[in-house]
């Protein structure tokens, strides 16, 4: 959600987003499309798992109550008709979120299109993947584990304190990516057992000191702990930075600067590093 620029107005409106499932996909599209704007703030409601006419009912008078745009994916016949006739009766826009991208796949495969509600959330083999991975990600935060458990991970993230490595760790798990982390702690050793490591990709994350005192500054501030000591200083901060820094650096490992990067972007650079790792051992030689 974009914040309006300083001395203008934001502009608010109800977007009411309605799926016959969790609602996440719906939502992530209705988050992406409503960023594009400068100024503009969705009010969301969410309807999830609507799989009746009696719910349906419900959600067109939720819709009446306040007035806005219909975003849906809505995959049995009869409750999209329903809800399209109700919002022509409402006079309010209602948009297929799907349909442009199912069609043009549809008429690209040749393929029929499946009418089984929650397709995506089936109980199968990638589903397993994930929770193991988030289950390993768990277990090896923060540097849990043994190095000998850390050679089954996909990534290992090695960084100072209060660089995203956790929150990173846990998205790529969600994607079926077993990721550790292992902090780097001023006058401890500095990533050495992570040199023997043979399978995993380790990267390092680094972020301006600026921002890494902000960050710990808040943390600090959260625990209502005392703030005069070098996990702050700005000096003893920069300098961490720089040996860290220099540490990936002699050990060829590729760095990810998280100073300007959502979790979400620090996710998709690492996914892509594994990827070109990947293609590199594919390419015969």
Partial sequence: MTPPRPGRLATYFHVHLVSDSTGETLNAMAKAVTARFDGIIPIEHIYALVRSSRQMERVLEEVANAPGVVLHTLVDAELRAQLEEGCRRLDMPQIAALDPLVGALSRYLGAALSTRVGAQHALDHDYFNRISALDFAMAHDDGQGTTEQLEQADVVLTGVSRTSKTPTCIYLAHRGIRAANVPLVPGQEDGERLTTLKRPLVVGLTVSPDRLVQIRRNRLEGLNADRASAYVDHDAVRDETIRARRAFE????????????????????????????????????
């Fill in 250 to 285: 002699r050990r060829g490992w590729p760095v990810i600067d998280v100073t300007r990067r959502s979790v979400e972007e620090t996710a998709a650079a690492v996914v892509n590093l594994l990827q070109e790792r990947r293609g590199r051992a594919e390419t015969p030689r």
